[in-house]
């Protein structure tokens, strides 16, 4: 980012340059405070990156705190706790919790027979 905005101000010189030598003196009256406010643009753009990919980083490094935290107190993974608003706010010990879900199997699906339709339904 810091390369374009370089890029930018740059550029920028240029045509005020240019326009220095086509109208004189009169055109540093708007072009140099165009590259100031520009220059300044580029530099809260650049701070306000590096807080926000550092902001990042540390949220990345307490999920991986608190992954590292949940796999030390339960290895096995046999916890089923769900993420959300109160998660962790209420704290019971692994024997109280219900044991995960299993899923049925294919064969213990009950399967819907066709029905004929119901007699208020029927067209004539």
Same mark, same amino acid.
């Given at each position: 980012m810091?390369?374009? #905005? +370089?890029?930018? /101000?740059?550029?920028?010189? +240029?045509?005020? @340059?240019? !326009? *220095?030598? &086509? $109208? &004189?003196?009169? @055109?540093?009256?708007? &072009?140099?405070p165009l590259i100031v406010a520009t220059l300044l643009i580029v530099v809260v753009a650049a701070w306000w990156e590096r807080r926000r990919a550092a902001q990042q980083a540390r949220e990345e490094q307490e999920r991986e705190e608190a992954a590292a935290r !949940?796999? @030390? /107190?339960?290895?096995? &993974?046999?916890?089923? *706790?769900?993420? #959300?608003?109160? %998660?962790? $706010?209420?704290?019971?010990? %692994?024997? +109280?919790?219900? !044991?995960?879900?299993?899923?049925?199997? +294919? %064969?213990?699906i009950p399967t819907q027979a066709t029905a004929e339709p119901a007699p208020d339904r029927v067209h004539h």
């Open positions: 810091l390369r374009m #905005g +370089a890029l930018v /101000l740059g550029m920028e010189v +240029a045509a005020v @340059a240019f !326009a *220095l030598l &086509g $109208f &004189g003196w009169l @055109a540093l009256l708007i &072009g140099l !949940a796999r @030390a /107190l339960d290895p096995e &993974g046999t916890v089923y *706790l769900t993420p #959300g608003l109160m %998660s962790g $706010f209420f704290e019971l010990p %692994s024997a +109280a919790l219900p !044991a995960r879900p299993q899923e049925p199997a +294919a %064969s213990q």
